[in-house]
Nanobody
Framework: QVQLQESGPGLVKPSQIVSLTCTVS??????????WSWFRQSPEKGLEWIGV???????YSTPSLKTRTSISRDTSKNLFTLQLSAVTPEDTGVYYC????????????WGQGTQVTVSS
């Protein structure tokens, strides 16, 4: 069974860059048929899709965050990362990584989530 584990700094100051890592075990992020996504959740906005990186390495981000978002991967370490720049308190929330199975279009594995708080 695939397991995903997020990690990040927890607390960041406004205008800084937050970098999050999703380490995957039990399966390869280059396996055909799976895409690897980032979400975030807050009481104000609910669950929000941030972006995705394909098994091929292509990546896409939601338009509202595209200019501030960078999604990449390290295949040697079997992990993928999210960088969000110029953060504001509105970026506070729990950030999740998840695996999307293309067959059936199902998010079939999720990490536990990592809290990101933007505060001075």
């Amino acid at each position: 069974q695939v397991q995903l584990q997020e990690s990040g700094p927890g607390l960041v100051k406004p205008s800084q860059i937050v970098s999050l890592t999703c380490t995957v075990s039990g399966g390869s992020i280059t396996t055909n048929g799976y895409w690897w996504s980032w979400f975030r959740q807050s009481p104000e906005k609910g669950l929000e899709w941030i972006g995705v990186i394909h098994y091929s390495g292509r990546n896409y981000s939601t338009p509202s965050l595209k200019t501030r978002t960078s999604i990449s991967r390290d295949t040697s370490k079997n992990l993928f990362t999210l960088q969000l720049s110029a953060v504001t308190p509105e970026d506070t929330g729990v950030y999740y990584c998840a695996r999307l199975r293309l067959f059936g279009w199902v998010y079939d594995d999720w990490g536990q989530g990592t809290q990101v708080t933007v505060s001075s």
